[in-house]
């Protein structure tokens, strides 16, 4: 473990100013297929990013050599990167966008992840793909875990010192029924939608194996479903899906860098301008929507960001109306704008870009009961499975693994291939109830910047209800 | 000092020597290594957002013992005292886990499959320099992208005497030039920085945008003859990515092209598919340090030759293995060249859709091999042969079983290298090489 208050004292006199972020993470992955294991992998990354500030730019510099040479070579890199970006840098910076602060952040955890063994998880896999092998008609079944333990140790010549350590649990259970040419999966609420800070309490067998029998089940009963109908109609979400629809079709276009347009020649721009702020009206009254680090066992909780801000909940939409956007203190200073603390890189060999964290929609006063009720012809879809929208994040098509009509009322028979598609703002204009039961779910894999990083993000939300959608099917 | 190369390579085989010779008698190991030097620089509106030295190497080692299989990787320094330790403690860390875990019943025995030593050195420009290069021969323009080079290391040996190693030294400056939210793509790649080579790829790129001067055309949706340019194809061709060739995806029922194999629908002749090494984007050897063919034909003429088949599905399934990497995915792709001259291409479009680009695609039907997907960048409406407006942008949601099925009507007779511009957790190696293509009733619905 680099001790960095001693290799701070060994820099210090060299600059004016430099942080240090040391992360040491450490990922397993867990799988079994068809009963015998099929992944059994441990990467153990470590690295350390030197970050200076020379003319009003930053230079960064991430090295995984941790000898004090190393990272004396390193400082040296940052001081040049910074100097030679700085004769051509896009803002004028200071220490005001690096803030002094101090603190620590753990996630939460009953079991720490190190008490339960690789035998006792594969042990508990293999009967979860057992208890998946309902019909000869399953040709695949599988059970996969990425247990994730992160240590960010950051410290800065002007004062700062944060520690934050996670403990993140992703998993997914999978079927995959084929019967005459036709091929259906269904998972536990998506390809690792399933992800929390949690320990090993998350490996609780009985809860495990119901959900493994359950996803069989229901491949089995989409090989004899109807085709989602090509028609509109309402439309309600489950959690599991209404964290794809609010990641992209929310998260995405409200991040400032991309208004910015630093993102333009990657991910893309936003539809949503700095002058909308205030005044637009993204969606029906319902619609409230908030950046919120606090919620206990999502992905993005934490503490601070990688700039040292704090992180605190915000509301980015309320009432449907467009109030802050997801940006950290350098965008907020370009800008003009307020934001907030979203500053995150993806690891120590990263600079920190604006990044969601556990974007939310609020929840409202209904139940589903009642959304199902007052449908007289709809479809709930369910589970994520395929998603796609433009650079401006206006035009979507985005595909679920499971559905059910809706007919007078009551949810009658299962449909498959359920997909819609919509344009950003008429589609949340449409928004016509929210439940108060609400799920967290999220994903390890957002990718976004140059050069590129994967990020985790966090999405609790409610089931939703959507007037007159555009739904199809195969 | 010694340079990045020749460091990396002392330290790689200084750890894995020592990895080798502690090994115990019934123990076998496949060792790898992934290291790079980089610069990343990242511009918008031809300033600099913010540029990133990395240097890092991440060792990745395969430990077999008593039938179980334990795959572990860690981080080097580059110091050999330092990593000798670390890879100490992580071979007993390896041993450990085979200990807990059940029996691996596709083990893929080590074996030696050669030997190789390939280093290409290139002609980088200065770090120092490189930020002026680019801004001045971009000045004028609103500039965004990104700039990445420096060296960058594959190296495998194993504890039956392989041993394999691949270094080379590259760039690629990844843009794209706006004029207001109308914009131009290119790639500017190689070896050898030459700035005549990049001011003239940024012109070709400022004539196009010249082009998008026109108030955009806003289409209906419906079914349009479109014409493919090879950015546009490489992103059709990136869905093949996504386990598409895997033969453990078509054993498990996931492969967008199991209706291909089981002759339930079938492509255009005019469309024939390679994994081409000798077009030398990357290195041959896999992560076991197997060969793969030079030259391997996955469609020919329309018809699924083959799927990619790693030495582990080989022993799954009792079939015999093409020394495809373990996810069984592409690593040198080829969509091979028509005859259609470029000369002509706006002449047969006739009247249609131009595009130069395509974004975010996804399947929506993967049985079907149905795609989605966004028109992106430089995308024109074409009529009687010419261009007449740039189109605002359309999803499409079309199946690979039409657009290169009955409705591919032309390949072009040139390609295109389209580089490989990943560079999530490290530099991505390789590329795949496109044509473009002439299409009928290409299907937009948005």
């Known amino acids: 473990m680099l001790d960095l208050n001693r290799t701070m004292k060994n820099l210090k006199s060299e600059v004016d100013w430099l942080n240090l972020r040391f992360v040491t993470e450490k990922t397993t992955y867990r799988s079994v297929r068809d009963d015998k294991p099929d992944t059994n992998n441990i990467n153990f990354d470590q690295g350390i990013m030197i970050e200076v500030i020379v003319n009003g730019h930053f230079g960064f510099s991430g090295t995984s050599d941790l000898s004090d040479s190393g990272i004396k070579r390193a400082l040296q890199k940052a001081v040049a990167v910074a100097k030679a970006g700085s004769k051509h840098k896009v803002h004028d910076f200071s220490l005001a966008q690096r803030p002094a602060s101090q603190g620590s952040y753990r996630s939460p955890v009953v079991k720490p992840l190190d008490s339960f063994s690789a035998k006792e998880i594969m042990d ?63 998972t536990d609420s998506g390809g690792l939608a399933r992800c929390l800070q949690i320990g090993a309490e998350v490996f609780n067998r009985e809860s495990i194996l119901a959900r493994c029998t359950r996803v069989a089940e229901e491949a089995l009963e989409l090989l004899d479903a109807e085709n989602c109908p090509n028609t509109s109609m309402d439309l309600i979400l489950a959690p599991d899906q209404m964290t794809l629809q609010v990641h992209e079709s929310i998260g ?223 | ?117 390939s280093t290409l050195l290139g002609k980088l420009l200065d770090p120092s320099a490189i930020i002026e290069a680019i801004t001045q021969a971009a000045e004028g323009t609103d500039f965004a992208g990104l700039y990445s080079g420096g060296p960058q290391i594959s190296a495998n040996k194993n504890s039956a005497g392989q041993s394999h190693w691949f270094a080379a030294e590259n760039f690629f400056m990844d843009y794209s030039i ?102 030398g984007l990357t290195h041959r050897f896999n992560s076991l340090g197997e060969l793969a063919p030079e030259y391997q034909e996955l469609i020919k003429d329309g018809e699924l030759k083959t799927y990619l088949i790693s030495s582990r599905s080989a022993k799954e399934y009792g079939v015999q293995s093409n020394q495809a990497s373990p996810g069984e995915s592409p690593r040198s792709l080829e969509i091979l060249p028509g005859s259609l001259k470029e000369k002509d291409v706006l002449k047969e479009l006739d009247t249609g859709l131009y595009l130069s680009n395509l974004h975010y695609l996804n399947w929506s039907d993967r049985a079907n091999a149905r795609i989605t997907g966004m028109t992106r960048y430089a995308c024109f409406w074409v009529e009687n042969g010419e261009i007449v407006a740039p189109i605002a942008d359309m999803r499409f949601d079309e199946s690979l079983f039409d657009c290169l099925g009955g409705n591919l009507l032309a390949v072009t007779d040139f390609q295109e290298i389209n580089p490989a511009v990943s560079t999530y957790e490290s530099r991505a190696f390789g590329g795949n090489k496109n044509p473009g293509m002439l299409i009928k009733d290409f299907k937009f619905t948005l």
């Open chain 2, 178 to 279: 706006y004029m207001g939210e109308k914009a131009v793509k290119g790639v500017y790649a190689g070896s050898e920085w030459n700035v005549d080579s990049f001011k003239a790829k940024l012109s070709e790129s400022k004539n196009l945008l010249s082009l998008m001067a026109r108030p955009k055309k806003v289409l209906e949706p419906g079914a349009y003859r479109t014409y493919l340019a090879p950015g546009a194809v490489a992103e059709l061709a990136s869905m093949f990515y996504w386990g598409s060739f895997s033969f453990n995806g078509y054993k498990q029922g996931t492969s967008s092209l199991q209706k291909l194999a089981d002759k339930e629908k079938s492509l255009s002749p005019l469309f024939t598919l390679v994994e081409n090494f000798k077009m």
């Open chain 1, 124 to 186: 508990i896999f293999t009967a979860a793909t057992s208890a998946m092998k309902l019909s000869d008609h399953i040709v695949s079944r599988s059970a996969t875990a990425m247990i994730v333990e992160t240590q960010v140790h950051s410290m800065s010549s002007s004062g700062a010192d944060i520690a934050q350590n996670f403990s993140i649990v992703s998993t997914d259970y999978s079927a995959t029924a084929l019967k005459n040419g036709e091929t259906q999966t269904r």
């Open chain 1, 252 to 474: 995405h276009p409200l991040e400032y860098d991309r208004i910015l347009g630093d993102e333009r020649n990657y991910a893309g721009w936003s539809f949503v301008k700095p002058e909308d702020f205030g005044s637009l009206q993204y969606g029906s009254k319902l619609m409230n929507v908030t950046f919120d680090p606090s919620i206990s066992d999502a992905m993005a909780s934490y503490a601070f960001d990688d700039s040292g801000l704090k992180a605190e909940k915000e509301y980015l939409i309320k009432d449907g109306k467009l109030l802050r956007g997801l940006g950290g203190l350098e965008s907020q200073s370009r800008l003009g704008l307020p934001g907030v603390a979203n500053s995150r890189s993806s690891s120590w060999n990263r600079a920190p870009i604006d990044r969601m964290a556990n974007i939310n929609l609020e929840p409202g006063t209904s139940s589903l009961e009642e959304m199902i009720a007052q449908t007289e012809r709809g479809v709930f879809m369910m589970a994520n499975k395929s998603w796609s929208i433009d650079d401006y994040r206006n035009k979507f098509q985005f595909g679920c693994e499971y559905a059910k009509l809706i007919e007078n009322g009551k949810l009658t028979k299962t449909l498959k291939n359920p997909n819609y598609r919509g344009i950003t703002v008429p589609f949340w204009s449409s928004l016509k109830a929210v439940s108060a039961a609400r799920e967290t779910y999220g994903s390890p894999y957002c990718g976004k910047g140059e050069p590129n990083q994967i990020i985790r993000v966090g999405h609790t939300n409610p089931f939703c209800l959507f007037e007159n959608v555009e739904v199809f099917g195969a």
């Open chain 2, 1 to 117: 000092m010694p340079n990045f190369i020749e460091q990396t390579k002392n330290n790689f085989n200084t750890v894995a020597d020592h990895i080798l010779k502690s090994l115990a008698s019934n123990e076998a190991a496949n060792i790898n290594l992934q290291a790079e030097e980089s610069l990343f620089v990242r511009f918008n509106d031809n300033h600099v957002r913010q540029n990133t030295f990395v240097e890092q190497r991440v060792l990745s080692l395969t430990l077999q013992k008593n039938g179980r299989t334990a795959n572990l990787s860690f981080s080097l320094t580059g110091n050999n005292e330092l990593d000798l330790k670390s890879a100490t403690t992580w071979l007993e860390s390896a041993r450990l886990e085979c200990d807990l875990l059940p029996e691996d019943p596709y083990q893929v025995a080590i074996t030696n499959n050669g030997t190789s030593d």
